[in-house]
């Protein structure tokens, strides 16, 4: 059964709040035990919105949801004292999400669909800071859409954009589907990270495109989330990826550990980093595969994170008082890669073990403006941008490493050996 929000009295105009009436036919068809709350064309403004278990939000081509403009639209699910005296660990997020546009907990069989457009309105909490990036007053900034504690969701279709901080955020769920979704952020908001698995398991994200100034796609255990079991039994597919920091990410935030997770046949392309797994906090990482990619970084600006690195594993402390988790028996197979640096292993001694490449190629090729020669360990205790001569392969405390029909190329298109330092 379809519920229709202007019969509820939203009016879509672009202007008035329809919040009451699309949450009025949220609660209907909740109550009805399930349906679908229907957004024709036009454009819904709207406060926060709750979705509940058995009811599909779907934007029918042509309508826009757009987030109002003022934090009091917002709803807080941030439980105080969560995350108190640990804020340097796990995560710089306080509890859960201090604001979030769309939010849903404990539900079932919700989902969101269709080909409209659901826009943050980004714009209004953010402000200017160099030609390379903007930021805001206040950290961390609204959260488009929240789902905490669900259980067999799916978001289908819709284009999510405009986000001033964390697009797509899954907390605590199981059974996850995420398909041919688009999220376009602009490439210089810092932290609109476009989807975040944190603590959930059984998550399939598929024929996605991703543009984000952060993280398109990042695995988390954060602190706010340790409630819930840890990340495990995710797979990426079959997406195209555009990223300021890094395109497939596994951290850094990982209070918990990470395992099963597979990412393949993906094309990133122009991005800052390209895969990465970042250990800071006590969780482990244990079987990961990274297969069928292409790779493309260059640098966009010394403001960001990373230094063009195409493969950036890296297990350092975060905090001085608590010691930083492994990673293990990880997999790269089929990887083709064209970048400004050279691939980072990097670790604290026996950090990082069992780590094989296979079929790898990477060419280096002068890609910005921004300099060589530099490779970014951040963050950590005692981390920092190091100089080092660009190589296509540079690794430190490795355990176990294998290459097998590797390729390694340097900038004038001459073979190079592996390094270690």
């Not at 934007?59 to 005296?85: C, H, V, W």
């Not at 289908?156 to 986000?163: A, G, I, Q, S």
């Not at 998550?203 to 340790?226: F, P, Q, S, Y």
């Not at 100089?387 to 392969?393: I, L, N, V």
Request: some cysteine; glycine content about 8%.
């Amino acid at each position: 059964m379809d519920f229709d929000p202007i019969l509820f009295g939203a009016v879509a105009d672009g202007h008035t709040d329809d919040a009451k009436a699309i949450q009025a036919a949220i609660d209907a068809a909740n109550a009805a035990g399930g349906g679908r709350v229907l957004l024709h064309p036009g454009t819904y403004r709207s406060s926060f919105l709750m979705l509940k278990s058995h009811v599909e939000l779907h934007l029918e081509s042509g309508s826009i949801l757009k987030a109002m403009d003022t934090l009091r639209a917002y709803f807080r699910p941030d439980q105080p004292g969560t995350n108190a005296g640990a804020s340097n660990v796990g995560t710089p997020v306080t509890g859960k999400p201090s604001y979030v546009f769309i939010y849903a907990y404990n539900a079932e069989h919700a989902c969101i669909t269709g080909h409209g457009i659901i826009d943050g309105c980004g714009d209004a909490f953010v402000k200017r800071v160099s030609p390379y990036y903007v930021t805001g007053d206040f950290y961390p900034r609204p959260t488009l859409i929240y789902f905490e504690n669900c259980r067999h969701l799916t978001f289908r279709d819709c284009v999510l954009r405009n986000v001033a901080f964390w697009t797509l955020h899954i907390g605590g769920c199981l059974d996850v589907l995420i398909d041919a979704i688009r999220i376009i952020n602009p490439l210089d908001v810092a932290n609109s990270d476009g989807i975040d698995v944190d603590h959930s398991r059984y998550v399939r994200i598929r024929d996605c495109h991703l543009e984000c100034a952060d993280d398109c796609i990042c695995m988390k255990n954060t602190l706010g989330n340790h409630e819930y079991p840890n990340t495990r039994g995710v797979i990426v597919s079959g997406c195209t990826l555009i990223s300021t920091s890094a395109a497939l990410k596994i951290g850094t935030e990982g209070v918990d550990d990470f395992e099963d997770i597979i990412f393949t046949d993906c094309i990133i392309d122009a991005s800052n980093r390209g895969l990465s797994i970042q250990i800071r906090d006590a969780g482990n990482v244990r079987n990961v595969t990274f297969s069928n990619i292409s790779v493309r970084t260059r640098r966009f600006a010394d403001s960001w994170w990373g230094c063009a690195e195409p493969i950036a594993i890296t297990a350092v402390d975060r905090d001085s008082d608590i010691p930083g988790g492994s990673i293990e028996n990880v997999r790269f197979f089929n990887i083709d890669c064209e970048s400004e640096n050279g691939a980072l292993l990097y670790a604290q001694p026996g950090r990082i073990r069992n780590i094989r490449m296979e079929n790898v190629r990477i060419a280096l090729k002068k890609a910005s403006k921004w300099p060589t020669d530099l490779y970014d360990l951040r963050p950590g205790v005692g981390m920092r941008v190091i100089e080092h001569q660009s190589t296509p392969f540079l690794s430190h405390n490795v355990q176990g490493l294998t290459l097998c029909d590797t390729v390694f190329l340097g900038f004038d298109g001459q073979p190079a050996e592996p390094e270690t330092f």
